[in-house]
């Protein structure tokens, strides 16, 4: 009998613990996207791309004319030399790929180091309209899943007044 009573009190005292909470939820991906200073973000990131590019299109013609000049001298050479040359072209491919492969790990690492002042700017208004409105949870709109989600719930038209950026005006597609 106290073991029913010890469950019914936990019950009710779990569903009183329930009845506080305020749950919210937050377009964060959007309020990224309307904040001024992404757009500088994105500036930067498309300079560093653009600097990125050149360095890297400086080593692909390098390699295509070191191909192109193993295709032209190919049928004049022996066959030992053919081979030297084959293992030289595919080092050169090689360093390439990798050249990619750090160029696009370097612009992760950027972009991310850009980005950071504002995830960081984002997040302390998100936890202030959050305090003020007393919302136990926020909830990013990305990456959960909602069946349904109350929009009164929806603290981004908040954040952004926090943030002091006004909502951008609806375009109308011609």
Do not use: C, H, W
Not at 2 to 11: D, F, G, Q, T, V
Not at 17 to 25: I, N
Not at 92 to 120: C, D, H, I, S, W
Not at 130 to 152: C, H, M, P, R
Request: charged share 25%.
């Amino acid at each position: 009998m106290k073991s029913k009573i010890s469950i019914l009190i936990a019950i009710l005292i779990s569903s009183i613990a329930l009845a506080q909470s305020k749950v919210g939820t937050v377009n964060s991906d959007y309020l990224l996207g309307v904040m001024p200073e992404s757009k500088i973000v994105v500036k930067l990131t498309k300079e560093y791309a653009e600097r990125l590019d050149s360095v890297f299109a400086l080593k692909v013609s390098a390699y295509q004319n070191s191909l192109n000049e193993f295709r032209d001298i190919a049928d004049s050479i022996s066959q030992d030399t053919k081979t030297l040359k084959l293992i030289e072209i595919q080092k050169f491919e090689a360093e390439v790929n990798q050249a990619k492969e750090a160029g696009t790990q370097l612009m992760r690492q950027k972009e991310n180091e850009l980005m950071k002042p504002l995830y960081k700017k984002l997040g302390e208004a998100i936890r202030t309209v959050a305090k003020e409105n007393n919302y136990t949870q926020i909830l990013t709109l990305q990456g959960n899943e909602f069946a349904y989600v109350d929009s009164a719930f929806d603290i981004t038209e908040l954040v952004m007044v926090k943030l002091n950026i006004e909502k951008p005006k609806a375009t109308t597609e011609e």
